[in-house]
């Protein structure tokens, strides 16, 4: 599942995001995510989320 939509998100799962340093590259970080920062209900780079480690990046799939 992608993680453009923001309904599909839930505090306390695991997914794979993508840090702002590693957007030209794409490489993904894994982690658990503590609060949803986007407001809207869709975006298309994907939920910007803060993963419990306080890791802030865009929602690339939930694992």
């Known amino acids: 599942m992608n ?3 923001r309904s599909d998100i839930k505090i306390g799962a695991r997914v794979s995001i993508v840090l702002k340093v ?3 590259t794409g490489k993904r970080t894994e982690g658990v995510v503590a609060r ?3 407001k809207s ?3 298309p780079h994907g939920i ?3 993963l419990e ?3 802030v990046g ?3 799939e939930i694992l």
Do not use: A, F, P, Y
């Open 3 to 5: 993680g453009q939509n």
């Open 22 to 24: 590693d957007q030209r």
């Open 36 to 38: 949803l920062l986007t």
């Open 41 to 43: 209900s869709t975006h």
């Open 48 to 50: 910007k989320v803060i």
């Open 53 to 55: 480690d306080g890791q």
């Open 58 to 60: 865009r929602v690339q």
